[in-house]
């Protein structure tokens, strides 16, 4: 079936330690996007990715950094810079030739530093 | 900046009633929106879309209804199912093709049976 995955689930770490979450995905869309989510709160923007090879910083930019070697990956990391890493992260992915807006998202990654 | 914000961070409703998710945006050449519904610990999922040349959309039990004038949408929802109970969101897009969607803060909804 096609869709993105993300993984791991969950996943704890120690503070001052960096973290890389994956995301993949098989429907060839061009552009991928992170997103954080913190409890009662919207989506906030991280990094997207409009083709391999390129990204831009989202709202939320600090702290974190992504790659997109393949366009089926996005992975992103939260480096020891993040100040307030715990949260739920949202990676998605867009075909901009689709004639909609609409975002396919991932199952989500929730990370605790403990 | 811009933003999308909600009126009510929370809606309770009757199983079998319908419900109303009201969405106020401040970006006037917003030319796309999108509602999503995210159960809890999962993605969002798209629900429905409007564009900013229509007032009205309908899909299978919901409705959005857009109004440019006073920069306000919302999500009508008929005859409510438990399995409505998650948050939803509003998105939108200032500049359709660059696919970059803001997101509003949420609204929970909860169906009481």
């Known amino acids: 079936d096609g869709g993105i995955t993300q993984s791991p689930k969950y996943l704890f770490r120690k503070e001052g330690q960096n973290v890389t979450l994956s995301c993949e995905q098989n429907l060839n869309h061009d552009a991928m996007y992170w997103y954080r989510q913190d409890p009662g709160q919207g989506l906030r923007l991280i990094y997207y990715s409009q083709i391999v090879n390129d990204f831009q910083k989202g709202d939320i930019a600090e702290g974190y950094s992504v790659s997109r070697e393949k366009k089926e990956s996005f992975p992103l990391t939260v480096t020891s810079a993040q100040k307030n890493p715990t949260a739920f992260y949202l990676c998605a992915s867009t075909d901009p030739r689709g004639g909609t807006g609409e975002l396919f998202f991932g199952e989500g990654s929730r990370l605790t530093v403990l | 900046g811009e933003s999308v914000g909600l009126h009510l961070p929370t809606l309770s409703v009757q199983e079998g009633d319908n419900s109303i998710i009201n969405c106020a945006y401040s970006n006037s050449a917003s030319d796309y929106f999108i509602w999503y519904k995210q159960e809890s610990g999962k993605g969002p999922q798209f629900i429905i879309d409007i564009r900013s040349n229509m007032d009205k959309r309908q899909g299978q039990r919901v409705t959005v209804l857009l109004n440019k004038t006073v920069k306000h949408l919302s999500l009508q929802i008929a005859a409510t199912q438990p399995g409505d109970s998650a948050v939803y969101f509003c998105?939108?897009?200032?500049?359709?093709?660059?696919?970059?969607?803001?997101f509003g803060t949420g609204t929970r909804l909860t169906i009481i049976p």
């Open positions: 998105a939108e897009i200032s500049n359709f093709g660059n696919e970059k969607l803001t």
